[in-house]
Structures are given as C-alpha cells and as structure tokens.
C-alpha cells in the first residue's frame, strides 16, 4: 500500500464521488422501476380496453358493472357502490384498481427493498407498503419508492446487531421473527406515520395548481402538473382539481383549457418516441408498446416509469406541458368537458369546432418540445449509460457495486482503506480481483447435513484466528444468492453453485470436514486483518 | 447434544459390512426411536445415490431427501462406529451418522460432530472409542461454532 496512491486519490475524487453519487441514485431509481415495466404495460392494456371509457368496456373487469343486475356473472370479488339515484349495489371491483392501488406501489417497494438487502429486504418492504397504500386514499407510487428501501435498510441495521452472535439452529427462528415483527411494526408507522405526508403533499400540490389557475399562471402550472403526474398524482390533480375549476369555465365559457392541462398525451409521447429512438436496452425495446397504451389508450401512467428511472426528464415534460397550456391560451382553445382518459381521441371527442386547431397544436407542439429535449437528455447521456453496460444491465452492476461498497458495517477499518488506496478512477470498475471476503456460504444437495459441518469447522477456524466477523453459512444449493463473497461446494455441484451466484468466487472441496482450502481462506482473512492494521497505523 | 442423539441412538459396534447395510442399520435406528417413518430409510438410501455423503476422515452422514422431510417426526441423530471399515464408494468409513433433521435444532449436534472429525486427534480417539460413554465424552469436548 502506497501512501501516496492514499494521499493523492481523495483530492479529484470529491467531486467525482458526488458525481457517482448521482449516478447511483439514478441507478437505483431505474432498478426499481425497470423490473416492473411489464406490470405497468400489463395494467395498461387491462385498463384501456376495460374501463368504461375503454375499447371494450366490461363493468366486470373495469370494476364499474353492477353485479346485482339479473343473471350477471356471479363469484367475483365486488363492493359496495353508491348509484347515481342515491341507492346501493353491489359493483364488480375488477383488475384496474387493485392493479394500481396495491400491485404496482408493492412490486416497486419489493424491488426497492430486494435492492438493499435482497430477498429479506424485499418481503419487508412489501409488507410496508400495504400499511403505507390502506393508510391513504391517494396512490403510493412516491411512498413505495422511498418506504421500500428504507424498511428493507432498517431492516439489514437491525440483523446486523445480532449477525453471527446466535446460537447455532436458532438463526432461522431469529431471522423469521426479526423480519415479521418488524415489518408488521413499520407497516403500523407507515399507515400512521407516512401515508399521511403523502396525502398532505398531494393535497398541497393540488392548493398550487388550483391557486396558479385562479391567478392565471397558466403554463407555469406545468412545473406542478407534470411531476405529480410521474409520481401518479395526475388523477388526485387531474380529477379532484382541474375538472371541477374547468367545470365552471365551461359555465362561463363553453370550453376551459384546463381539461387539456393533465390529459394532453403530447408530452408523454413525447417522451416515450425519445426513449424509442435514443434510448437503450430493455427501456428503448418497450418504448413503442407503451407509446401506444399512452397516445391512443389514454393510459399516461404507462410513460411514469420512464421518467422516473430517468427524472431529469421531468425536464422535458414540465417544457411540453407548459407550451402546451400556453399554445391553448395563445389560440382561446379548449376543451368542452373532460377528456378521459387522457387519449388522443378522448380529446378530440371533447373538442368544440373552433377549438380544432388550438388543440391540435397543443398536442402537437407539446409533442415536439419534449421530445427534443428528452432526446438532448437521453443522447449526452447514452454513451455513459452504455459504457456502463446499457440499461438495466448497468443499474444492476452499478447498484452491486453501490451495495457491496456499503455492506461492510462489520468492517469499516477495510472499506476505508480500499477506498483510500483504490486510485479514483477505479471505482467504477466491478468485481476488482481482490475483493476481501465478507460472508461465505457452505451449500450441499440438501442443506441438512455436509455443508451444515462444513461451515461449522470453517467458522471456528476463522474465529481462532480473530476474524469472527466474517459470516459464515450454509445452504441447500438451491436457495443460494448472488450475494455473497464466496462460496464453497462439493466439487459435483460447484456448477450449479456457480449458475445461482454467478459474482462469487467459488471454491471445490472433496472433503467438507478437512480441506487445504480452510486454511487458504483463514490465511487470506488474516492476512486481510494485518494489512488493515498497517495501513491504520502508518496513516 | 443427548436430547437429540439418547444413549439407545449411539452403538460403539455396528453389524454392517456394506454401504447399504450401514444405511439399513442407521435407519433402522432411527425408526426405532420413533423419529422417523419407516419410508425415511428408503429416502436415505435414494438420497445416497446423487451424491455420497461421505465427508472425509472415515466418516458419512446418510440422510434423507428435502422431500422426505415429511416423514420425519422429530430431529434425531444416531452414530454407530464400525471396527473394519465398509466401504462407501470406495472411502472407508468407520463411523455412520446418520441424520434425520428438520428445522435447524439439529445443526449444534452435526457442528460438534464436524468439529470432532476435523481434528485429527480426536477423529483417531473415536475410531479407538469402544463404549458409549467414551464416544459421547469426545463429542463433549468441543463447543458447537
């Protein structure tokens, strides 16, 4: 260890940490999303046939039928609804709001907690976000993306108070009941605690655009819309405030532009056109799908994950919306009555005669404005994105490198020095050759017997030679994770041991009980410890 | 370590000469205290035939399929010892512990038996052991890890 490689890296490296810090974030937000596009297509397409203002409207699937009308279908879940003549039936409550309400917001906090800590991180994560989604009335898009990854962290801080201090047989027993007590008791807080900022937060949203209309700061109603779209406000917005002002415009007026303030499709085109021709990876290949679902289904919420794996987007959307609003304002157009959904033909359907022009320029113009500068964000950052190994691909290598730079709580003393002695240019490199290993897994057939023997002799070797720190387990090969260090099999399996952690390093024995490779690893781990040691006291 | 491995479970002079033998006897053990179904030993047997459960230093731990699991009543773990080695596809084992398991209460008692076996001296100490008593007492020795 060089003293000087130590004292010479933090210096450029302040500012381009930051910079990969950024990155990270928005790494992480598009590992959230990315893996759920097909949920939101899927939900799309149910929702643009099904609802009653679809292509093929079904009060059974679109969850608006009566299910006590004469010789309706009969079994499917329903609730109670309130008719227009003040009576009460029983109404089909279909795949669209369960969809929307529950599947979307749990997948995108699983996905957020399975990225901090994996599958445990995930199930906690999920049973936060069911007390955080009944807790409120308005989606929890923006709550799952941040109550997700922080239960799952909270969780991974609790485990590691107790990590390797249980007695051997129990870990199981702990583990199942850290996670359920745990999750049940965060759930209870998000309900009380969270889910109410949440519903401030869109209720103040809405105070800002009602306010703005009422001061005629129109386009600039834009910077608010536009945001609380992605984050699935738009109907909160949309339906509890925009229609009912444009409502009374039409009194006055015969038409409000205001109708056309959330439900112009041009900005969301806009935005997945950029993605279709200048994106990359899985985001670019479902673009055009989406496209479709949002521009002709009416579906917006299609084109939210694609801002918000990439928010400074938002950018672009806040630019077209507002030039949208203004190009209305400019021409006196609007619309007759709400269109919904928010498709290119539910707003002609809504368009008076003389306002035929005003509004097809604000859809079209609304169009053009983000999608230039979607495509100016999405181009200067391609060859970044692709350098990193395209889409998906590089948030998955940047958040388990992002991961495995802050796992080590147990050893602080090591991660600082790799982060001092690794030149700053390094660290965007994955996998560096000498990882130190942190945690070791033991997997056999079954997880009963060999590995359980294996990993026993290898953690009391590690703990006579001072590294009781490093954990040590074992498995059914089975259910092994690529979250691990190292892992070590009976040489028949190592393959099948290697398909499920592809990023270990991997180890063969013959025998579990005495192996060269025992003391190989306990040799490393120490020296490891030594070296930390030096380089402490010499700096 | 003696709720799950009794007096009855450990034999310091097994019968078997084969493989397979040994597998019956440690079984049959097993069914005998009542932890197991009958169907368990099969299960031990077919479980042998993906991979051998010989663990090195004269030692094997047959034991059951995840599936069989079913048939387990409570965890129980029994150790016979052999005078002449038999032969486990071509290692010679002279101590069969077999394992019925589920849950994890039995991994403390498997983690002292591989503490035991990875120490050259104390292997040697089992493989001398005649009585019970001088096979529980080198078990003893070790703390699980």
Avoid at chain 1, 96 to 101: A, F, L, N, Q, R
Avoid at chain 1, 147 to 159: N, Q, T
Avoid at chain 1, 363 to 392: C, E, M, N, P, Q
Avoid at chain 1, 515 to 539: F, I, L, M, Q
Wanted: glycine fraction near 12%; hydrophobic fraction near 50%; proline fraction near 5%.
């Amino acid at each position: 260890m060089s003293t000087a490689a130590a004292t010479a890296a933090p210096a450029p490296s302040r500012g381009k940490q930051a910079q990969v810090r950024v990155q990270r974030f928005g790494a992480f937000l598009s590992a959230m999303i990315m893996p759920n596009l097909p949920a939101f297509l899927a939900w799309g397409l149910i929702t643009s046939l099904f609802i009653a203002v679809g292509w093929l409207p079904n009060g059974i699937l679109g969850g608006f039928g009566n299910a006590d009308d004469p010789g309706s279908w009969q079994g499917a879940a329903t609730q109670l609804a309130l008719a227009d003549d003040g009576t009460t039936f029983q109404q089909y409550v279909g795949m669209v709001g369960p969809m929307v309400t529950y599947l979307l917001p749990i997948l995108i906090a699983n996905a957020g907690g399975r990225i901090v800590y994996k599958e445990r991180g995930g199930v906690v994560a999920s049973i936060v976000a069911v007390g955080m989604i009944t807790g409120s009335t308005v989606p929890m898009f923006l709550g799952a993306m941040i109550v997700g990854p922080l239960s799952a962290w909270v969780l991974k801080k609790v485990d590691s108070i107790w990590a390797g201090k249980i007695r051997p047989g129990f870990e199981m027993l702990v583990d199942m009941f850290t996670a359920g007590i745990l999750g049940a008791a965060m759930a209870v807080g998000a309900f009380f605690g969270f889910a109410p900022i949440i519903t401030g937060v869109s209720d103040a949203l809405g105070n800002v655009v009602s306010w703005m209309a009422d001061n005629h700061l129109l386009p600039l109603m834009a910077v608010v819309v536009e945001p609380a779209k992605v984050l699935f406000l738009n109907n909160a917005i949309g339906n509890g405030v925009l229609v009912p002002l444009g409502a009374q415009e039409v009194v006055e007026q015969g038409k409000s532009l205001l109708f056309l303030v959330e439900s112009n499709p041009g900005p969301g085109l806009g935005i997945l056109m950029a993605y279709t021709f200048f994106g990359i990876g899985a985001a670019r290949s479902s673009a055009p799908g989406a496209a479709v679902v949002q521009f002709i289904g009416g579906i917006h919420e299609v084109y939210f994950p694609f801002v918000l794996m990439k928010p400074t987007l938002i950018v672009a959307a806040i630019l077209g919306g507002a030039t949208g609003i203004a190009t209305n304002v400019v021409f006196g157009s609007g619309l007759r009555g709400p269109a919904a959904p928010g498709s290119i033909i539910a707003v002609y359907a809504a368009t008076p005669r003389d306002s035929f022009v005003g509004v097809t320029l604000s859809v079209v113009l609304a169009f053009v404005v983000t999608f230039l500068v979607a495509a100016v964000i999405l181009r200067a950052s391609r060859k970044k994105d692709l350098a990193a190994g395209g889409g998906d691909l590089a948030a998955a290598i940047a958040q388990t490198e992002a991961n495995k730079g802050k796992s080590s709580t147990a050893l602080d003393a090591m991660a600082a020095r790799q982060g001092g002695a690794v030149p700053a240019g390094a660290d965007a490199e994955p996998g560096a050759p000498a990882a130190p290993v942190r945690s070791i897994v033991f997997a056999c057939d079954a997880g009963m017997g060999s590995s359980a023997m294996g990993a026993s002799i290898l953690r009391d070797k590690l703990k006579k030679a001072g590294r009781a720190d490093i954990t040590v387990v074992n498995k059914a090969v089975a259910n092994l994770e690529d979250d691990v260090d190292l892992v070590i099999t009976q040489r028949e399996l190592t393959d099948r041991a290697r398909r499920h952690a592809p990023s270990a390093r991997h180890v063969s024995v013959d025998n579990f009980l005495s192996s060269p490779v025992y003391d190989d690893v306990v040799r490393e781990a120490r020296a490891e410890a030594e070296a930390g040691a030096t380089e402490r006291s010499t700096s | 370590m003696t709720e799950l491995l009794s007096a009855d479970l450990i034999v310091p002079a097994g019968r078997a000469g084969s493989k397979e033998e040994a597998i019956r006897e440690a079984g049959a053990l097993l069914v005998g205290s009542g932890a197991v179904d009958p169907g368990y030993v099969d299960a031990m047997l077919e479980r042998e035939l993906t991979i051998s459960t010989y663990m090195g230093s004269y030692l094997a731990i047959p034991h059951g399929t995840n599936e069989a699991k079913g048939a387990i009543h409570r965890s129980a773990v029994c150790l016979v010892r052999y005078e002449e080695p038999v032969d486990w596809d071509g290692n010679p084992v002279r101590v069969v512990v077999g394992i019925a398991g589920v849950g994890d209460e039995h991994l403390s008692l498997l983690s002292r038996i591989a503490l035991v076996f990875s120490d050259g001296e104390r292997v040697q100490r089992v493989l001398d052991a005649t009585t019970r008593e001088q096979l529980t007492a080198v078990l003893a020795e070790v703390e699980p890890a």
